[in-house]
């Protein structure tokens, strides 16, 4: 039995959900993440906020692609708040005085693959570049942007939500053959 | 579906962890053999973190948005006292305009009172005093006149209208549905008056509509329309005059702009004499 059941369903809920339940995910941690940063890491409230965004696509990449995913070994508000920390660090922070505030232990592998998660990113950055219109569009449109295919069509000006998929999959295919 | 296609769809659907149980076993099963479909994989599975990495970084945006929402309210919370402190301003300004009305009335009492007594008060003080009691009215009348015209009220009822927003019902799925919906929305939050909720609707109008894939013919007409509803919120708000000021340069700095002639009509009205007579 997990200990962090109601943080499970949360994250099941984000991993799921659309940007509404991000948006109350955000305002629900902006407060103690803030004054947690504020307090411990005497940042000012802009710094709090800035460092809060960035901690923020780290777990939003963690929690949509599966990799944190249940059992929890923590609560999400310390996975939040151990992002934030290791972040603080790599801009060259020092945590020293207060490391033990928040355990290393839940975070530590979502920490290892932030590195992965920039690369990642660039590299599909490089990809779509290279890859031209109207592929980019409609892969930014599906993956970035989340449109439902129905809305690609309409953009693309495709007759049909199956055109748009034939579509997407004849771009992932191009796009994979870049890969090599 | 064409082969590939479906191959595709199901790495997609296995990396996801969305296929059922028994398909992700049969699927499994055949990467086990399969040297090409386990080469494809781990590519789509790269291709899919970045795309998701790329997602997420994208979300950085959003999230700026949803901070500077909290932080109008953080600082509506904040400016409440100030606020107050002005709304008693202008309840003392309120007394003065009492204090002028008092006078009015009294002269007038003293004009009926003398016209009973007129034999004892030279005739010219009588005359002065008529006098004075008609540029009070006056003054008085003029002062409602311009309220009535020139306050923040009458200047955005004058300006504001609702365009027409359509049905938005059932279309929230797409990104312009969303759009539609939180456009409406915040002209219906215009209608009603609550214009901190408007100012953040419009505020979010703007980050959708640049993440909608419109042609710049409905970019415009929405960027137009969030530049002008903002001064009308600033004016209603009773925002600090710089800012006003700011927000109304925008459409006028802008001759493109569907609502210039309208700005430029609403600066002359704030730039007039009738506007300082406004209480």
């Known amino acids: ?180 | 579906m064409h082969t590939e296609d479906y191959d595709i769809a199901i790495i997609e659907q296995y990396l996801a962890g969305q296929l059922e149980a028994g398909a992700a076993a049969r699927f499994e099963a055949q990467l086990a053999k399969d040297d090409t479909l386990q080469a494809d994989t781990a590519q789509y599975r790269r291709l899919f973190d970045g795309l998701a990495a790329l997602r997420s970084q994208a979300y950085s945006d959003k999230i700026a948005g949803w901070e500077a929402e909290a932080q109008l309210i953080e600082n509506e919370a904040a400016l409440a006292p100030v606020l107050e402190g002005l709304a008693a301003l202008r309840s003392e300004q309120l007394r003065d305009k009492m204090t002028g009305w008092e006078t009015v009335h009294q002269s007038a009492a003293t004009t009926e009172k003398t016209a009973i007594v007129k034999t004892l008060r030279p005739v010219f003080v009588r005359r002065l005093a008529v006098a004075a009691s008609i540029l009070l009215l006056a003054g008085a009348g003029l002062s409602w006149y311009a309220s009535q015209r020139y306050s923040a009220e009458s200047l955005v009822a004058d300006y504001y209208r609702m365009p027409n927003v359509g049905n938005t019902m059932g279309s929230e799925q797409t990104m312009q549905g969303r759009l539609g919906a939180r456009f409406a929305e915040a002209h219906r939050l215009m209608e009603k008056k609550s214009y901190a909720e408007a100012l953040i609707a419009f505020g979010e109008v703007l980050t959708l509509s640049r993440s909608a894939g419109l042609d710049e013919t409905r970019m415009r007409y929405y960027s137009d329309q969030v530049s002008w509803n903002r001064v009308l919120i600033l004016l209603a708000q009773g925002a600090a005059e710089p800012e006003l000021r700011a927000a109304l340069d925008k459409v006028l700095d802008d001759p493109k702009n569907e609502y210039h002639p309208k700005a430029v009509a609403l600066k002359e009205q704030l730039d007039s004499f009738w506007r300082k007579l406004v209480w």
């Not at chain 1, 369903?9 to 955000?26: C, I, K, M, S, T």
């Not at chain 1, 290892?112 to 590299?123: S, V």
Request: hydrophobic share 40%; net charge neutral; aromatic share 8%.
């Open chain 1, 1 to 180: 039995m997990s200990n962090y059941k109601e943080d499970e369903n949360q994250l099941n809920l984000l991993r799921n959900g659309g940007e509404a339940v991000w948006q109350q995910f955000y305002d629900k941690h902006r407060g103690p993440f803030r004054a947690f940063f504020m307090q411990y890491g005497r940042m000012s409230p802009e710094e709090a906020a800035g460092l809060l965004q960035d901690a923020m696509v780290v777990f939003h990449y963690n929690a949509t692609t599966g990799k944190l995913a249940a059992p929890l070994q923590s609560n999400l508000k310390t996975y939040l708040i151990g992002i934030g920390k290791v972040l603080h660090r790599r801009k060259g922070g020092n945590t020293a005085g207060w490391d033990d505030q928040i355990p290393d232990e839940p975070v530590a592998p979502i920490a290892d693959r932030i590195a992965d998660q920039e690369a990642a990113a660039k590299m599909a950055r490089a990809l779509l570049d290279r890859i031209g219109e109207p592929c980019r569009s409609l892969l930014e449109m599906v993956y970035i942007k989340e449109f439902v295919m129905e809305a690609v069509a309409e953009n693309l000006g495709l007759p049909s939500e199956g055109a748009a998929r034939k579509r997407k999959f004849d771009c992932l295919q191009k796009m994979k053959e870049l890969l090599k």
